[in-house]
């Protein structure tokens, strides 16, 4: 049985940081940070390959860092100058995503 843990968000001020944590059941390939705001589609945020190879949404460029350690099963996501639009529920999935593989993921909220 597939199984992804998020961990790690919270509530922050905005220029704040978080670092997620995902551990999942097993190794994966392609992975990818998710996040669904209120009212909103889910949309990918991060993803990285089974070789560190890693892509981002344009309006997270420069600012959230997705890594992988193989040897733990986890997937981390470093999140820096959070603003007040990141806020949402940060799921992670493999990539492409899998529906039966979503967890319960871990709620980020930018606020002053």
């Known amino acids: 049985q597939v199984n992804f843990v998020e961990s790690g968000g919270g509530l922050v001020q905005p220029g704040g940081s978080l670092r997620l944590s995902c551990t999942a059941s097993?190794?994966?390939?392609?992975m990818g940070w998710y996040r669904q705001a209120p009212g909103k589609q889910r949309e990918l945020v991060a993803g990285i390959t089974s070789g560190s190879i890693t892509d981002y949404t344009d309006s997270v460029k420069g600012r959230f860092t997705i890594s992988r350690d193989n040897a733990k099963n986890t997937l981390y996501l470093q999140m820096n100058s959070l603003k007040p639009e990141d806020t949402a529920v940060y799921y992670c999935n493999t990539r492409p995503s899998i529906s039966n593989y979503w967890g319960q993921g871990t709620q980020v909220t930018v606020r002053s």
């Open positions: 097993g190794r994966f390939y392609g």
